[in-house]
């Protein structure tokens, strides 16, 4: 399934100053979850990639965490954009726009992982809310570690750098 900018509803104009501002400020990559997460589990011992493109036949995603040999793609995903299902808050304004732009994020992630499945990645979904507590974050690590583990039998860590 291809997911277009035009099936969603024309953006209704913001309902005041402080909201453009807030909406032209996030960002798409290198989000503070995503940063904090991959700060995490480079401490843990773990290399990776990250914001990779990952192509498919006619379309392809962006995954913010990759381990492409062992074929792990790892999404940190906003509680608000992705619905998360503790802390998704809803507009109260423009209701038809922001359902309609929630459900197409849904149906991308959830085409994206079946895409990225039927190529043999293993895919692991992070929420936000988990990188921002500790000992929910060091179980998300936990859970990337496993995959790559059991895909590669080894973790994938840098080499020790020899002393000064």
């Known amino acids: 399934m291809l997911f277009y900018a035009s099936s969603l509803p024309a953006a209704p104009p913001a309902s005041d100053e402080g ?3 807030s909406m032209m400020s996030n ?23 990250k914001d990779r493109y990952i192509k498919f036949d006619r379309r392809g995603v962006k995954v913010d ?14 509680c608000f954009w992705h619905r998360c299902p503790e802390h998704a808050t809803t507009p109260t304004r423009n209701h038809e726009y922001w359902s309609t732009k929630f459900q197409r994020n849904m149906d991308r ?18 929420w936000e809310h988990e990188v921002k507590n500790p000992e929910l974050a060091e ?8 995959a790559v ?11 020790p750098q020899p002393e000064m």
Request: proline content about 4%; aromatic content about 6%.
């Open 139 to 146: 179980h998300a690590v936990t859970r990337v570690k496993s």
């Open 27 to 49: 960002r798409r990559s290198d989000t503070k979850p995503e940063i904090v997460f991959r700060s995490i589990l480079h401490r843990s011992g773990l290399r990776f990639r």
């Open 19 to 21: 909201t453009r501002r």
């Open 109 to 126: 992630d959830r085409s994206n992982d079946k895409d990225l499945q039927e190529r043999g990645w293993q895919v692991i979904r992070i």
């Open 65 to 78: 965490v990759v381990f492409p040999t062992e074929k792990v793609a790892v999404f940190i995903d906003g």
């Open 149 to 159: 583990r059991t895909l590669s039998g080894t973790i994938p860590v840098s080499s």
